[in-house]
């Protein structure tokens, strides 16, 4: 009779166990293939997100200066009510950023996922070069907003401005595109 017992506790010991394994597998907190999947998967989420604010960004930026290039001029408190909108904005994006950053740092930690380390690396610069661009604009903002409000203020300095500006900004948008692609590239290839 306790063998009995004892051959039945064993069997519910293993049944707790394989069910405990494929719970830890069905969540993706297997091995280091799994949980760093899990992170990719994870900060590319906040990645997308990001990206769906972009739209409103830019129309809202269009708008701001539509004035000074239509002639027409600019409202300083229209100007300013923008001006902060996409401050917001940007704040909102880079602690977004910085969501996805820590997921894809958690890959970083791992053992045995190169791969993924190498897409997650390519993903944070993209990230760095994001909120460079992000702060850029935010001091560019600042900047303008001093000049819409002066006694003296000059169109043609601000257009100026704006055209160095948005030199800067493409040159982040094609470094940031290249990194994309790379991330995504290797992606595909890896199977990540």
Known sequence: ?????????????????LVSCLALLASGCG??????????????????????????????LEDLFKGVFSGDGLEPAEFEQTATALRETANSIKSQGEE???SYAGIQKLSDVEDYKEYAALMVQALDV???????????????????????????????????????????????QKLQKQAADLKKEKGL
């Not at 998967?41 to 129309?59: L, N, R």
């Not at 000059?154 to 948008?173: H, P, R, W, Y």
Request: proline share 2%.
């Open 31 to 60: 091995g280091p293939q799994d949980q760093a999947k899990a992170y990719m998967q994870e900060g590319d989420a906040v990645i997308v997100k990001m990206a769906g604010q972009t739209p409103g960004f830019k129309k809202d």
């Open 100 to 102: 996805a950053r820590a």
């Open 130 to 176: 994001n909120e460079k661009g992000l702060n850029d604009l935010e001091s560019f903002l600042d900047e303008a907003a001093g000049q819409v409000k002066a006694a003296n203020f000059d169109a043609i300095v601000l257009a100026n401005g704006i055209e160095t500006f948005s030199d800067k900004a493409a040159q982040i948008s094609d470094d940031l």
């Open 1 to 17: 009779m306790s063998v009995i017992i004892a051959l039945m506790n064993r069997i519910l010991i293993a049944t707790i166990t």
